[in-house]
């Protein structure tokens, strides 16, 4: 208990990593993400909450340029990083994503062994010096997603072979195995069984004390239990952000009651 | 709504038919099945009547050009007669043709007829060198402008028989043909089976066909493929040097790279009507440009490649692209969302996925090459080419003949022992499909198990 709050009190403390101003996105003609200001602090788990096709992920692929890749997309509106605007023309989106990862709501290894999953990462930025470095990094990102019991004696199996838990797990591995300073997760224990969303949930909170986390996720109590902040969307607005716990027990707007209560969504 | 429902609820309580005997609507979807299963057994089997049809009348004819008959000679090499100046200077011995060896020859065969105590009647000595082939002449001057100090000595010479007397042997001429034609005559064959039966005449497997230039009209039996062989090696050697790079390139641009617009789909358009362009329209350019324009020469293994490149690049590009489109979109997420570059997406994860793909395309465009005829005699590799090549590159720009066309080259003269060869060279040319083909398979296998 005096560990919550002091966890609480840090979040207050810290400084804003990531600061959405009113952006905009639109699908060809749709307008997906309607001004959308959101401030994501350092060092805390942001949970973005809100019934399906309401524009998280949208929202979410905006934070590391990934809406880039669509071709109909187009974001307007201003998205700093530690102040610096991701938007710039002078960014380089490859090197925003090794600083911001993100982990897909499908689980999506490249058809190659585990160890080459976690590896690759690591591999094209020159993270490790030598194999044992890189094996060390491997192990560790196996271990923080709670896989590495598993899949440590088959490392050159291919990670196409895992079962679809296990492959979101070393999904989750690969993406840490980076060290991004901002950990996107869409949707990430959908695919999971309650001990392996677990893990993953501890996970999470380890990955708190240094990176900032944003989880989409459509269970209330997930959000509850791994978030500091939240953010509700509806209809590709935000309509209220703020602590976890105040928007879960007094939340101001209408729709977030009616969400949380279960007659949305 | 009320009604329908009241309707069908009332008027007839379900009726309990039994699982074991079939109703009327059954049996009739049953039947249509068995029908359309018979339709396609019999399209099935009319497709593999037709081949088998088509194989064996090709084995059956061709399977001769494999052996051929040979004889096997003494003779001598007099030194008066063949180095009249006595300096033995391959220079001045040149000054003999062939006419001056062929007596040499058919003096070898009477010597061996008499040595065996055989003797045929009406048979000249003119007769008895006939059996062996116009080819045999100049094989012995060579030989002997190669090795002057031979001369005057008597040295065993194997020669090719006679196209006449390899095709009694193969059933094409009998005593009866014999008596009306003018190339053979009846005495010749009984000559031929007697040198059969004490060993100087005999079948053998043919390696000359496969290493032989061409030979003229009159002398089937020297025709060999050398030239066509190693006109199509080049030919597929820079087709596959320039239409893999190329086409790989251009679909991973388009397919991954290119933005989408009115620009792009007209490409996309142009590429996919380029691959339904007949082949001998590509020949006609390849003329237009290569040869008039560019000043390549004519009947070029370079101009040939280059033109089957032209008419290969649509078969890959089409292929590669689709393969690309195959990979799923999320392994190119996964790679972007660790922060990989377009370039290394690409590189590392798409084009290892796609590679299967990409390789039975280009094999397949490669075989389709390799059997192309039209195109190659618009720009004149049809020639009579006995000159083998040089070595690559400079035999890139060496005149050359390749398979397909040898084929058709060979069905245009009147010999019946073409046709043998011709059906020859038609199963060399399969082979080698079949062999690429297999090496398609080999290798997608090979890729698919790593992962
Ligand atoms: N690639 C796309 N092209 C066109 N429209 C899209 C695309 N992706 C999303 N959309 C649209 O944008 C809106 C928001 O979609 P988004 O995927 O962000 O929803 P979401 O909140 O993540 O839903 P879920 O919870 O079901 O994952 C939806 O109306 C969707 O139809
Ligand atoms: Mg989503």
Excluded at chain 1, 36 to 44: A, M
Excluded at chain 2, 13 to 39: H, I, W
Excluded at chain 2, 259 to 280: F, G, M, W, Y
């Amino acid at each position: 208990m005096n560990d919550m709050r002091f966890t609480e009190r840090n979040v207050d403390s810290t400084e804003i990593k990531i600061r959405a101003k009113n952006v905009d996105v639109f699908y060809g003609e749709t307008h997906a993400i309607k001004g959308v200001d959101v401030d994501i602090p350092e060092k805390t788990v942001t949970a973005f909450i809100g019934p399906s096709g309401c524009g998280k992920s949208t929202f979410l692929r905006c934070l590391n340029r990934m809406n880039d890749t669509i071709d109909t997309c187009r974001v307007t509106g201003d998205i700093k990083l530690d102040d610096e605007d991701i938007y710039d023309k002078r960014v380089d989106p490859v090197q925003l994503r090794a600083k911001v990862g993100m982990v897909f709501q499908k689980p999506n290894p490249f058809p190659k062994s585990i160890y080459d999953n976690v590896a690759y990462g690591p591999r094209i930025h020159g993270l490790a010096g030598n194999k044992a470095e890189l094996d060390q990094i491997v192990e560790k990102s196996l271990r923080r997603a709670a896989l590495w019991g598993e899949v440590k004696d088959r490392l050159d199996a291919p990670g196409t072979g895992l079962s679809g838990g296990q492959q979101q797990r070393l999904c989750i591995a690969r993406a840490v195995a980076t060290e991004p300073e901002v950990l996107l997760m869409d949707e990430p224990c959908s695919a999971l069984d309650p001990i392996a969303t677990a893990q993953v949930e501890e996970l999470i909170d380890e990955l708190r004390a240094r990176y900032s986390v944003v989880i989409v996720t459509h269970s209330m109590q997930q959000a509850a239990r791994v978030s500091q902040k939240t953010a509700f969307f509806h209809l590709g607005e935000l309509v209220e952000f703020g602590e976890t716990g105040a928007i879960f027990t007094k939340p101001e707007d209408p729709r977030t009651e009616s969400y949380i209560t279960g007659r949305i969504g | 709504m009320t009604d329908a429902t009241s309707g069908v609820g009332t008027s007839q309580p379900p009726r309990k038919a039994s699982l074991l005997e079939l109703d009327a609507r059954t049996k009739k979807r049953n039947a249509a099945e068995a029908r359309f299963r018979t339709y396609g057994l019999v399209a099935v089997c009319a497709g593999l009547v037709a081949l088998v049809v088509l194989m064996g009348s090709i084995v059956n004819n061709g399977a001769g050009a494999f052996s051929q008959t040979f004889v096997t000679l003494q003779v001598e090499l007099p030194a008066d007669r063949l180095d009249k100046s006595g300096n033995r200077n391959p220079d001045e011995m040149r000054a003999v043709s062939t006419f001056g060896y062929s007596p040499l020859i058919a003096a070898a065969v009477v010597r061996s007829l008499e040595e065996n105590g055989i003797s045929i009647e009406g048979l000249s000595a003119k007769d008895a060198g006939g059996i062996i082939s116009k080819e045999a002449p100049a094989q012995l001057r060579n030989f002997v402008l190669a090795n002057p100090q031979t001369l005057d000595t008597t040295r065993e010479f194997t020669f090719l028989a006679n196209g006449r007397i390899d095709g009694y042997y193969k059933g094409r001429v009998t005593f009866a043909s014999a008596e009306v034609d003018k190339n053979v005559s009846p005495a010749q064959l009984q000559l031929a089976d007697a040198l059969l039966e004490i060993g100087v005449l005999e079948s053998k497997f043919n390696t000359l066909f496969f290493t032989a230039p061409d030979a003229s009209g009159q002398r089937p039996e020297a025709a060999g493929l050398g030239v066509a062989i190693i006109g199509s090696l080049y030919m597929m050697l820079i087709v596959l040097a320039l239409a893999l790079p190329i086409g790989v390139a251009a679909s991973i641009y388009l397919e991954e790279f290119a933005p989408k617009n009115r620009l792009t789909d007209l490409i996309e358009v142009n590429i996919a009507n380029l691959a339904a362009v007949p082949s001998i329209v590509f020949g006609i350019l390849g003329l237009a440009i290569f040869i008039n324009f560019a000043g390549l020469p004519q009947s070029a293994p370079i101009v040939g490649g280059l033109v089957l490149t032209l008419m290969t690049l649509p078969t890959i590009i089409i292929a590669t692209r689709a393969s690309l489109k195959s990979v799923p979109p999320s392994i190119r997420q996964a790679a972007l969302g660790i922060g990989a570059s377009k370039m290394q997406s690409v590189f590392h994860h798409v084009l290892p996925l796609a590679a299967p793909g990409i390789l039975t395309g280009t094999i397949i465009g490669l075989a389709q090459a390799l059997g192309e005829t039209a195109p190659l005699l618009l720009i004149g590799m049809v020639a009579f080419v006995r000159e083998f090549p040089a070595g690559p590159p400079q035999g890139f720009f060496d005149p050359a003949s390749a398979l397909p066309v040898q084929v058709y080259n060979w069905t245009q003269r009147s010999d019946p022992a073409f046709v043998e060869r011709a059906s020859g060279a038609i199963i060399v040319l399969l082979v080698f499909l079949i062999l690429m083909n297999a090496i398609a398979v080999l290798l997608r296998r090979r890729f698919e198990r790593r992962w």
